[in-house]
């Protein structure tokens, strides 16, 4: 997996990007490129930088130096079609971020026909289907807060996939989660990486890290510390710091 | 609002809170003199004449009626919830009628005339009233609206003029507002009618208020919901209209209604323009026969009516959304 063809054109670019919140620098010089189909996860202690740099990615957040491309265009502050560059990210939060005026099917019809054009019977047909692709099609009816943590969030997930996306993104999907809800949302996302979606994950979730993964990026206070297979990430950890995370979190 | 699970012993049945509460009252009641009231004159038999009856004659007075105060007070502490606050108002109602009862009124007064003056009151004053007060909050909704989003935007013109709006016009006195509207606008050679000008008034007014009840409504909705909007890559017209307003109603429901009794109450300003509406016919038809006292309290009982109308309307709204949310 990890021989991919490396002539085609990647899906997202970052070069040199660098981030401030006033004088703190969240992002140092990021650089890296994303194919089609890979899977990403993103792993760090926190305030490391991981949801700054993928907030970036749909810039949710603005870098102030370098360059972000994503399927060819350049992310910038003078952009005029960002929407454009929206709709082909799909963005899984972690606090779910459900419309809760709607209902599940709503939520999943709502981007789909008022931004995409598509007709109501066809974005309910979409809608349903991805429902089911993510194992609740019988909570449709309900409002979001009627359901668990883990079914709001696998609804989070069918509401991105109904765009269409060729990227998602996952900003910690299981961190506000209840331990017991955390699973149903991993099979989700470990059956979307099977199905080939190109996705780049911030997660301390190390089981998903290694069944899913192409590269694990490893970040501390924020520059990207060491990439690597899984594999070689978990088994032969070349930086201190990373020796030093994977200690802790995996007990 | 939670309400605790345990329930403490009512205050009114402990003896020492009783006895310190009748002390009190009696307190209260010898301090006003009450001798020379309607109560001297029931409890004449005992005291003989009010007049005349000194130190002895307000201490019993005010004892008989702080023991029917405080009888009254622990026998409605017995009854159910809803039954307490039904007597209550009761209560306060008969007093509140005793209180105008004692202004010596001529109540036919009202009713008297071809076409009766509460006809006329009804007929004209109170539909002038509602017909202004109506225009007025449809005018302050819309311009709430605008000024609300005005001054959540990043565009400098649209901030200044928002902010200038609701500064000026809620740092005016209303009454004042009324009169530069109504006397100033045809200096600059705009003529304008008396209605329309209180209309101006009161939806200026009125708007510049709502336009930070709606303001505060909108950024009272979490972030979150403008980046998963954003994300899926909504404008900011479509995220406002189908995902931020729709929750933010709830909000601004409860403020808003408050608003809507204010302003038909305050439209009785207008009254200084000559128009016709209830607040300027109860005092135009009131001095002429010397009778203002009945045509205040006539026009006073058709404010309150409406406003309680406005209040059931308002509670019926807010449960509706309370059941959705």
Redesign the interface.
């Given at each position: 997996m990890n021989t991919k063809a490396k002539n085609e054109n990647p899906v997202i670019s970052l070069d040199g990007v660098s981030k401030w919140y006033g004088d703190f620098q969240a992002l140092k010089d990021i650089n890296l490129e994303i194919n089609l189909k890979e899977k990403i996860v993103i792993c760090g202690p926190s305030g490391s930088g991981k949801s700054t740099l993928i907030r970036c990615l749909?810039r949710?957040e603005a870098h102030q130096e370098g360059k972000i491309h994503v399927s060819g265009v350049e992310l910038h502050e003078t952009m005029k079609d960002v929407?454009?560059?929206?709709?082909d990210?799909?963005?899984v939060?972690q606090?779910f971020?459900?419309?809760?005026?709607l209902t599940v099917l709503e939520n999943c019809m709502?981007?789909p026909n008022?931004?995409r054009g598509i007709d109501k019977k066809e974005a309910e047909k979409r809608a349903v289907a991805m429902l089911e692709q993510v194992k609740i099609p019988e909570q449709a009816d309900k409002y979001p807060d009627q359901l668990s943590g883990g079914q709001q969030q696998r609804v989070a997930i069918a509401?991105?996939l109904c765009?269409e996306p060729k990227v998602m993104l996952f900003d910690e999907p299981t961190s506000a989660l209840d331990p017991e809800m955390v699973s149903e949302v991993l099979d989700t996302m470990v059956e979307l990486a099977n199905s080939g979606m190109t996705m780049i994950c911030v997660t301390h979730e190390m089981g998903f890290a290694r069944q899913v993964a192409d590269r694990i990026i490893f970040m501390a206070d924020g520059e990207i510390v060491e990439q690597n297979t899984p594999d070689e990430f978990f088994n032969n950890p070349k930086s201190d710091r990373t020796k030093t995370f994977l200690d802790q979190i995996l007990i | 609002m939670f309400v605790d699970t345990v329930i403490e012993d009512k205050s009114l049945h402990k003896p020492a809170f009783l006895l310190g509460l009748s002390i009190t009252v009696l307190a209260f009641f010898f301090a006003f003199n009450f001798t020379n009231t309607i109560f001297g004159e029931f409890l004449s038999p005992v005291i003989g004449n009010p007049q005349e009856s000194g130190f002895f004659g307000r201490l019993v007075v005010s004892f008989v009626l702080s023991i029917i105060f405080v009888l009254n007070l622990l026998l409605i502490s017995f009854a159910r919830l809803k039954i307490q606050i039904f007597i209550v108002w009761i209560e306060l109602f008969f007093l509140f009628l005793a209180f105008a009862y004692s202004f010596d009124l001529e109540l036919a007064y009202i009713f008297i005339g071809e076409p009766s003056k509460i006809w006329l009151m009804i007929s004209k004053g109170l539909f002038t009233t509602i017909y202004i007060s109506a225009v007025s909050i449809a005018i302050a909704t819309a311009i709430a609206i605008v000024g609300a989003i005005a001054k959540l935007s990043n565009n400098g013109f649209a901030y200044a003029i928002a902010s200038f709006y609701t500064s000026l016009f809620r740092g005016l006195p209303l009454l004042l507002q009324i009169y530069l509207i109504y006397m100033g606008l045809p200096q600059l050679g705009f003529m304008i009618d008396a209605i329309p000008s209180g209309i101006a008034a009161l939806s200026l007014c009125y708007g510049a208020y709502m336009t930070e009840i709606f303001r505060a409504g909108i950024q009272s909705i979490p972030k979150g919901q403008w980046e998963a909007s954003r994300a899926l890559g909504f404008k900011f017209g479509l995220i406002l209209r189908k995902i931020i307003l729709p929750q933010s109603i709830p909000i601004i429901v409860p403020p808003t209604g408050n608003q809507f009794i204010a302003m038909l109450k305050d439209s009785s300003l207008v009254s200084v323009l000559g128009i016709w509406e209830l607040m300027f016919m109860a005092k135009k038809i009131g001095s002429k026969d010397f009778n203002n006292l009945e045509m205040l309290l006539t026009a006073a009982m058709i404010y309150w009516a409406l406003t309680i109308i406005l209040e059931m309307i308002q509670a019926r709204i807010e449960r509706k959304y309370q059941q959705k949310a």
């Open positions: 749909n949710l929407d454009i560059v929206r709709r990210i799909g963005m939060f606090n971020n459900l419309f809760p005026h709502a981007g008022w931004v509401r991105s765009m | -």
